[in-house]
């Protein structure tokens, strides 16, 4: 698997997860919905995203 297609992967988990904890556990689990997308509009501006760093780290090619 690439390093975008990864990227991806992590994404959209995060995202169920947190949709699910909201909607079975907690609605303050929003937040972390919030956080996701607020992190993935800054890396479109800035072409930096921390899990990409963290992927390159743990030797993901791209």
Known sequence: MK???ALRLIA???IIISVVLQT???PNWI???VFIAVNLIQSAFTKWCPMITIL???GMEE
């Open 56 to 58: 390159r780290k743990s």
């Open 31 to 33: 937040w972390f919905t």
């Open 3 to 5: 390093l975008n297609e």
């Open 12 to 14: 959209g988990i995060m």
């Open 24 to 26: 079975y556990h907690d």
